[in-house]
């Protein structure tokens, strides 16, 4: 641990402070202007590297990220997300967000549209 002192005490910080990505994902419930909160889902993934992109992808495109240890993806277009750990691959389709927090060996995002429509990705990533 590094100490720090200050005139009104000490103050312990480590060395190389962790770097952290908070996830947070509030819920509501509601009726035309009538909105009630639900609750609020958040965490904090530790992490070496963390990534904030933003990202168009044209129809029949893709983007690749390897190697990462959580996720979130926020679109304005329907999108299929492929998740792979060694040789096994699993597809999942994404209308709006997806927020997971395993580690993965890579994440292809793909927008499966034929027609002229592009993809507005907000892409965030933490590596270990």
Known sequence: ???I???DGVVSLPV??????????????GLNSVIRRVGTVSSYI???TLAAESVTIAPNANVTVTGIS???IGTDAPLQ?????????????VNSTLVLDGNYDSVTIANPSAATATANVSLFYTKP
């Not at 190389?16 to 419930?29: D, F, G, I, L, R």
């Not at 997300?81 to 389709?93: E, F, Q, W």
Request: net charge neutral; aromatic share 6%; glycine share 8%.
């Open 70 to 72: 959580s996720i979130c």
């Open 16 to 29: 190389q402070p962790a770097t952290t990505m908070k996830y947070e994902v509030k819920v509501s419930e």
């Open 1 to 3: 641990m590094g100490v």
């Open 5 to 7: 002192q200050f005139p």
């Open 46 to 48: 530790g992490a070496n």
């Open 81 to 93: 997300v492929t998740l792979t750990i060694g040789a096994v691959s699993m597809t999942i389709p």
